[in-house]
T-cell receptor
Framework: EAGVAQSPRYKIIEKRQSVAFWCNPISGHATLYWYQQILGQGPKLLIQFQNNGVVDDSQLPKDRFSAERLKGVDSTLKIQPAKLEDSAVYLC??????????????FGAGSRLTVL | QKEVEQDPGPLSVPEGAIVSLNCTYSNSAFQYFMWYRQYSRKGPELLMYTYSSGNKEDGRFTAQVDKSSKYISLFIRDSQPSDSATYLCAMRGAAGNKLTFGGGTRVLVKP
């Protein structure tokens, strides 16, 4: 079974520029998550999709972050304009449908963003 | 106060020793408890999860949950240098899928 694919792996941008990250979840996984992991901290949920609908985006800074999951498969996370504090690893994860599915998240390797 | 607290370490042990990791939490609604392992520059990898209180064993790993004390533990027996990683606890309530993670404990197993 192929894992969760993410790209790019690394990105360096100037503050106020924009950046986009892409995620392809495990085939058949209905739920897709974007997490932000700042160095030395645990992951923090930014947004959760069930198929192509948003389930939870309460911690997404909506003035600068946006995400979409077209056709219930791939997803993109965009930051515009970026701030210094957005420097972090952006992790995509997916899980099977159902209550117990939420206990078995599979993470991608992450996209490391550095904002200068 | 953070919802889930975890000692950041680093925790350094000799090969073959028992590694003891723990997390405390404040939200009594948490019902499911997970442990993830994260190698440098990799995503977290699920080790095991437990429901409510009790113990669960999987190979060299044992997870314990004490809901009365709001305290969970992970023990790694016969530790190997390949166990060197950051260990993250995570938990969620019965409803919804949102996981709350601890900050992670960095473990170093020395040969």
């Amino acid at each position: 079974e192929a894992g969760v694919a993410q790209s790019p792996r690394y990105k360096i941008i100037e503050k106020r520029q924009s950046v986009a990250f892409w995620c392809n979840p495990i085939s058949g996984h209905a739920t897709l998550y974007w997490y932000q992991q700042i160095l030395g901290q645990g992951p923090k949920l930014l947004i959760q999709f069930q198929n192509n609908g948003v389930v939870d985006d309460s911690q997404l800074p909506k003035d600068r972050f946006s995400a979409e999951r077209l056709k219930g498969v791939d997803s993109t996370l965009k930051i515009q304009p970026a701030k210094l504090e957005d420097s972090a690893v952006y992790l995509c994860a997916s899980s099977p449908r159902g209550v117990s599915g939420a206990n078995v998240l599979t993470f991608g390797a992450g996209s490391r963003l550095t904002v200068l | 106060q953070k919802e889930v607290e975890q000692d950041p370490g680093p925790l350094s042990v000799p090969e073959g020793a028992i590694v003891s990791l723990n997390c405390t939490y404040s939200n009594s609604a948490f019902q499911y408890f997970m442990w993830y392992r994260q190698y440098s520059r990799k995503g977290p990898e699920l080790l095991m999860y437990t429901y409510s209180s009790g113990n669960k064993e999987d190979g060299r790993f044992t997870a314990q949950v004490d809901k009365s004390s709001k305290y969970i533990s992970l023990f790694i027996r016969d530790s190997q240098p390949s166990d060197s990683a950051t260990y993250l606890c995570a938990m969620r309530g019965a409803a919804g899928n949102k996981l709350t993670f601890g900050g992670g404990t960095r473990v170093l197993v020395k040969p």
